[in-house]
C-alpha cells in the first residue's frame, strides 16, 4: 500500500506540476520526478510515474499518438536514470542538475520519432523542435537544482525506511 500510495503521490504531483507550467513550453517538473523516482525507489516506480502522470496529464492538454511517444521518451529517461542513479554522480546537486538538463535533449530526440510518420527528413523536423528541447532542458536543470535535492532526500528516507533500500 506504501508503494502504490507514494507512487500515486508523486504521479499527481507531476500532474499538477505539467498542468500549471502548460503555458511556458517544454518547463514541467515530469522529467526531474521521473529521474528522482527513479533514482530513490526504482524502475519500476518510475515507470509507473511515467504511465499515470502522462495520461492523467494528457486528459487535459489532449491526447494523441503523440502520448505514446511521450510514455516512451519518459521511459528511456527513467531507464538512463536508473543507471545514473548507480554512480557516485548522483549525490551531486549540480551534476544531477545538468544530467536532468541533458534527459530534456534526449526526451526531445525520442519524441521526435513520431515525426516520422509525416516528414521525410527527420533532421529538419527534430531542428524544429529544438527550442522546445532547450526550453525543456534549461527548466530541467532549474526545477532539479531548486527541489531536486530535498526531494532526493525525502524518497530516499522513504525508501530506506519501508523498502530497506538505498
Known amino acids: 500500500m506504501r508503494e502504490i500510495a507514494i507512487v500515486a503521490l508523486l504521479s499527481a504531483a507531476s500532474t499538477a506540476g505539467r498542468l500549471a507550467l502548460a503555458a511556458m513550453p517544454g518547463v514541467q517538473p515530469t522529467t526531474v520526478i521521473v529521474i528522482i523516482t527513479t533514482m530513490s525507489l526504482g524502475l519500476k516506480q518510475g ?6 502522470s502522462t495520461l492523467l496529464s494528457n486528459v487535459y492538454l489532449g491526447h494523441g499518438p503523440w502520448t505514446l511517444f511521450q510514455i516512451l521518451a519518459w521511459t528511456v529517461v527513467a531507464v538512463i536514470s536508473h543507471f545514473y542513479g548507480r554512480s557516485q554522480f548522483r549525490e551531486n546537486l549540480f551534476i544531477s542538475s545538468l544530467f536532468a538538463g541533458l534527459t530534456g535533449i534526449i526526451y526531445g530526440m525520442v519524441v521526435s520519432i513520431y515525426g516520422l ?13 529544438l527550442p522546445h528541447d532547450i526550453s525543456h532542458a534549461i527548466g530541467n536543470f532549474v526545477i532539479y537544482l531548486v527541489l531536486g535535492g530535498r526531494l532526493h532526500q525525502l524518497l530516499n528516507e522513504f525508501a530506506q525506511k519501508y523498502f530497506c533500500r538505498n
Open 47 to 52: 515507470i509507473f510515474v511515467v504511465i499515470i
Open 117 to 129: 510518420q509525416f516528414h521525410s527528413n527527420i533532421i529538419a523536423y527534430y531542428l524544429m523542435g
